[in-house]
T-cell receptor, first 117, second 116 residues
């Protein structure tokens, strides 16, 4: 079965500092991995995805994520945090076609990022 | 704005009642997904439809059902409601559902259901 773990419920970082939000995954084969962000009273917004190829994926709003197969991780990063980045971040995994016949996402429990001015 | 619309935004009802949540996917998207977000369970996949047919089921209770209509909008029906059904229900859509496609899902703003 597929699953993702976000080991930190809360991450605090000072504005201008680099930020990292951690995610590890578990799938039986090669994964498709996603990051979404949720602002208060809003739906989830897609940030980026990893399918294959380059381990460093660039996404929206200056975010990037690094896929590490040996550590089964897909950490979200940003070189310089903004106060407006404060939100709830979700990592998600999707199994490859053929194993379940479906492409629904399995989400982590979320990490609340607070950027301190 | 993702292009996915959900109605109503808020719904307050009593235990034992039945409600219907509605979702209109982005123009051209054939797949619709329903997710439930609650404090204790996190974000959980309920069910997926593709072009009118059920494609996958997740942690959906037997009291819940869904369908996707010919115009591709979808409805999630929740019956015999319990206090524990109080949650935020999201609909998401994606363009395709074919082997090799890895389309991201676009989420609606959600319907907040409160069961009293």
């Amino acid at each position: 079965a597929q699953s993702v773990a976000q080991p930190e419920d809360q991450v605090n970082v000072a504005e201008g500092n680099p930020l990292t939000v951690k995610c590890t995954y578990s799938v039986s084969g090669n994964p498709y991995l996603f990051w979404y962000v949720q602002y208060p009273n809003r739906g989830l917004q897609f940030l980026l995805k990893y399918i294959t190829g380059d381990n460093l994926v660039k996404g929206s709003y200056g975010f990037e994520a690094e896929f590490n197969k040996s550590q089964t991780s897909f950490h979200l990063k940003k070189p310089s945090a903004l106060v407006s980045d404060s939100a709830l971040y979700f990592c998600a995994v999707r199994d490859r076609w053929g194993k379940t016949g479906a492409n629904n996402l399995f989400f982590g429990t979320g990490t609340r990022l607070t950027v301190i001015p | 704005d993702s292009g996915v619309t959900q109605t109503p935004k808020h719904l307050i009802t009593a235990t034992g009642q039945r409600v219907t949540l509605r979702c209109s996917p982005r123009s051209g998207d054939l797949s619709v997904y329903w997710y439930q977000q609650s404090l204790d369970q996190g974000l959980q996949f309920l069910i997926q439809y593709y072009n009118g047919e059920e494609r996958a089921k997740g942690n959906i209770l037997e009291r819940f059902s869904a369908q996707q209509f010919p115009d591709l909008h979808s409805e999630l029906n929740l019956s015999s409601l319990e206090l524990g059904d109080s949650a935020l229900y999201f609909c998401a859509s994606s363009p395709r559902d074919v082997q090799g496609a890895v389309d991201e899902q676009f989420f609606g703003p959600g319907t907040r259901l409160t069961v009293l």
